[in-house]
């Protein structure tokens, strides 16, 4: 199965913060789209990500006085993006190797959606579900 496929299924929309954005609204907005992260853009481009993780790491170094600091302090800058080409084993290989649970999917430097190792791992179950079907089917034929 490809990033594409994932997509038409779940959709392409991708929420996103501004790098100048404080951390308070950063945690009402994860919080308010039921997401675990944000694509940080700077004029159209992905600059970073922020996650429900490095909400907690600010919040566990600095404090309560880390809700008023901007998301450039704590995102990730150095992002690693999926292209709609790409197989849902070569992603999920990834992201586990990099211990990361969002890629970006990007196209020609286009932002095109946004996929998680939960669409990832639903996927796949349901590749090998229709794969035993199949096999089922085909041995009750026999």
């Known amino acids: 199965m490809l990033v594409s496929q994932i997509l038409k299924t779940k959709g392409d929309t991708v929420f996103t ?14 919080h308010s789209r039921r997401v675990g992260a944000l694509v940080v853009l700077d004029a159209e481009r992905v600059v970073g990500i922020v996650s429900e993780r490095d909400v907690v790491r600010a919040m566990a170094e600095v404090g309560a006085a880390a809700l008023g600091q901007a998301v450039s302090g704590v995102m990730t800058r150095d992002v690693l993006f999926a292209q709609p080409g790409e197989t849902v084993d070569s992603l999920l290989s990834r992201m586990t190797d990099r211990r990361i649970r969002h890629l970006p999917v990007c196209q020609k430097e286009r932002l095109v959606g946004i996929v998680s190792i939960g669409d990832l791992v639903k996927s796949k179950i349901s590749e090998v579900e229709a794969e035993a079907d199949g096999l089922k089917a085909y041995i009750a034929a026999s």
Request: proline fraction near 7%; avoid cysteine; hydrophobic fraction near 65%.
């Open 17 to 30: 913060v501004a790098p100048t954005e404080t951390i308070s609204a950063v945690a009402a907005l994860l």
